[in-house]
């Protein structure tokens, strides 16, 4: 089977830094990304990692190691508007078929 | 540019009853996922397009899903005798065809089956 694990909640204060893990198990591997969503909003890109290493946006960086089946992502100078869930997403197949999601991590950001 | 949008937002039905789910793509988007997401947890995979052809249905809960895509636009989720199980945001996202794996989300459609 297909398993992505994130924590279910983190709590943090404004200013600070949170760091948000996913590890997987999937039958394929073609690039980690993650996903931001708001309460009753649609998911919206953030970041993708295909290769091992960090990536910044910003605000944003995240991490993958592959040998790991690891990756993270990084919220520094958290801000009031950046509580919502985040997902990790596994893309399992060359061709884009198809995509994995995990259960979601929700981010209490408090000031 | 318009994302993507679906419609209805909001939809109630009664169990047994069929329901047509609606989704439009961003204009050039060859790729179209549909997803389930039950209430506070992740999204589930259930069909992909490439254009009009579905080459993964395996996400399909049961028969009683189908979903087709015309003029590879539009894409319609058909879900027949609904279940009180099947009450969920239906969400469907878009992708450019140039090897991005960003997906480009709609609102969703929130089904309730009474």
């Known amino acids: 089977g297909q398993s992505l694990e994130q924590p279910s909640e983190v709590t943090a204060v404004e200013g600070a830094i949170v760091q948000i893990n996913c590890t997987y198990q999937?039958?394929?591997?073609?690039?980690l990304s993650w996903y931001q969503q708001h309460d009753g909003g649609a998911p919206t890109f953030l970041s993708y990692n295909g290769l091992d290493g960090l990536e910044e946006t910003g605000r944003f960086s995240s991490f993958l190691s592959r040998s790991d089946s690891y990756g993270y992502l990084l919220l520094q100078e958290l801000q009031m508007k950046d509580s919502a869930s985040y997902f990790c997403?596994?893309?399992?197949?060359?061709?884009?078929?198809?995509?994995?999601f995990g259960s979601g991590t929700k981010l209490n950001v408090k000031p | 540019g318009a994302g993507v949008s679906q419609s209805p937002s909001n939809k109630v039905t009664e169990k047994g009853k069929d329901v047509e789910l609606r989704c439009d793509p961003i204009s050039g988007h060859t790729a179209l996922y549909w997803y389930r997401q039950s209430l506070g947890q992740g999204l589930e995979f259930l069909i992909y397009f490439q254009g009009n052809s579905a080459p993964d249905k395996s996400g399909l809960p049961s028969d009683r899903f189908s979903a087709e895509r015309t003029g590879g636009s539009v894409s319609t989720l058909t879900i027949q005798r609904t279940q009180q199980e099947d009450s969920a945001v239906y969400l469907c996202?878009?992708?450019?065809?140039?090897?991005?794996?960003?997906?480009?989300f709609g609102p969703g459609t929130r089904l309730t089956v009474l």
């Open positions: 996202a878009s992708r450019d065809s140039l090897g991005t794996d960003t997906q480009y």
């Open positions: 999937t039958s394929g591997f073609y690039g």
């Open positions: 997403a596994v893309r399992v197949s060359y061709n884009f078929n198809k995509f994995y």
